[in-house]
């Protein structure tokens, strides 16, 4: 479990997990960064945005200071629309996907 000194402005943090404890944590740690009013990049290549987004929705988790970038859903399923959504990169454009990180970071407050 990350706890809350461990994380700190100005920092990156690459989050690794064992599976049976992802989602869990995961969760936890999101809200609590929103509650910081951190501003988080979450690149999935496991769940789609339609599936993270629901249920940090239904966690009452505010999905306005998270950039998603969902390396899953193009091609695969229908596309949901999202304000912070980026859809059609793949695990393998890892260039692209740094970019569009770059991108939200350099505009988020």
Known sequence: ???????TRGKVFLVILPSQEIQKNVDSTVARLV????????????????VLSKNWKNKKID??????IDCITAGVME????KNVIYDLSPNTLTAISLAISTFLKTAK
């Not at 509650?35 to 339609?50: G, H, R």
């Not at 596309?79 to 999202?82: L, P």
């Open 1 to 7: 479990m990350i706890k809350a000194g461990q994380i």
């Open 35 to 50: 509650k910081e009013k951190t501003s988080i990049v979450y690149v999935s290549f496991n769940k789609p945005y339609n």
């Open 63 to 68: 999905l306005d200071k998270i950039l998603f």
């Open 79 to 82: 596309k949901q629309n999202g």
